[in-house]
Nanobody, 123 residues
């Protein structure tokens, strides 16, 4: 069974930094696109940033210049470096990946989610 475990959340003051990590494990053949979503209180889950298998990245306008996504294919991991944090960045952050499992299945790949990690930025 494929599992994604994330860590690195916490409480920081405005202007501070945090680095989130997410690693996939299990019967994995390959990992394609990976990304980070977040869900703030009373809000819908939104895409923060994504990265392709080849390293191409996309960012939401609200985090451009402050957040950086990266991945380590050898470790089946994706990271999110968050700098100059603002109170409006407060949310539960979820990692996401499109993964092709090693075990034969009906479809070639599936979407998997991390358990979520809380990021709270105080003013």
């Amino acid at each position: 069974q494929v599992r994604m475990v994330e860590s690195g959340g916490g409480l920081v003051q405005a202007g501070g930094s945090l680095r989130l990590s997410c690693a996939a494990s299990g019967s994995i053949s390959s990992i394609n696109a990976m990304g980070w979503y977040r869900q703030a209180p009373g809000k819908q889950r939104e895409l923060v940033t994504s990265i392709s298998k080849g390293g191409s990245t996309n960012y939401a306008d609200s985090v451009k210049g402050r957040f950086t996504i990266s991945r380590d294919n050898a470790k089946n991991a994706v990271y999110l470096q968050m700098n100059s944090l603002k109170p409006e960045d407060t949310a539960v952050y979820y990692c996401n990946a499109r993964i092709a499992p090693s075990v034969p299945t009906m479809y070639s790949e599936y979407t998997y989610w991390g358990q979520g990690t809380q990021v709270t930025v105080s003013s």
